[in-house]
């Protein structure tokens, strides 16, 4: 038996979905600035041959680029409150260890140290 692919009709059913969703999101995006957003370079994050499409039909005034670069470098610079959150979730996960630590011994299976942590 060979490989069985999607009918054609549902793939092109998802395709215009997609297409639907897209052109409906730019609408509101338009209706909610106004006209603010005619004119100038924007980063797009998600960054999809159909979107941009969309997006240029819908602001034909607007350089779209992709802004997924940018926003990774902002993310990876943390805030005093993520470190704080880091240094909780680590005081957190060292606890879990040291009871599972506690509990391990020869002739322990896995499923009862499961519990512990």
Do not use: Y
């Not at 549902?10 to 006209?35: D, N």
């Not at 997006?55 to 993520?82: H, I, N, Y």
């Amino acid at each position: 038996m060979g490989k069985t692919k999607p009918p054609w009709n549902l793939r092109m059913g998802t395709a215009w979905k997609i297409i639907f969703i897209i052109k409906k999101w730019t609408e509101e995006i338009r209706a909610k600035l106004g006209g603010h957003l005619f004119e100038g370079k924007i980063g797009v994050d998600i960054w999809t041959p159909m979107l941009v499409k969309s997006l240029q039909a819908a602001f034909p005034k607007a350089e779209f680029v992709e802004g997924k670069p940018v926003l990774a470098r902002a993310q990876s610079v943390m805030t005093k409150d993520e470190i704080e959150c880091q240094r909780a979730a680590t005081m957190i996960t060292e606890a879990g260890f040291q009871a599972l630590f506690e509990k391990m011994r020869p002739g322990v299976c896995s499923p009862s140290l499961s519990v512990v942590s």
